[in-house]
């Protein structure tokens, strides 16, 4: 019997989708390197507030958002997890930045 798992298939696809988003996102190299250091540095600080005095773990996340949040400045695109609160509140949102958007084709002819 052939299984087929549908639901993998369909997460496989997030997945893969969720990461072409998240390369788009972060294209200029101190970006992306500054993310591989935030991101582990922002998780385990959510770990460090179970195993360790809380300022250790509240320090850590506070300095892994803050390095992305660095990242995000030199890439010129907004922080993904404020982006849908800028969205809510009606402000400007740079998702991807400028410099890296895909032209928007043209519109066909009448």
Do not use: C
Not at 25 to 42: E, K
Not at 60 to 89: C, M, S, T
Request: glycine letters at 10%.
């Amino acid at each position: 019997m052939k299984y087929r798992f549908p639901i993998a298939r369909k997460l496989l696809a997030l997945a893969g989708r969720a990461r072409r988003n998240w390369l788009e996102r972060h294209q200029t190299p101190a970006n992306y390197w500054i993310h591989m250091v935030g991101i582990p540095l922002a998780v385990a600080g959510v770990l460090l507030l179970f195993v360790a005095p809380w300022y250790w773990g509240v320090g850590a996340i506070i300095v892994g958002y803050l390095l992305q949040w660095i990242g995000h400045r030199i890439e010129g695109n907004d922080v993904g997890e404020f982006i849908p609160i800028k969205r809510w509140l009606g402000w400007p949102v740079v998702a991807i930045a400028p410099q890296y958007q895909k032209p928007s084709p043209p519109p066909p002819p009448a």
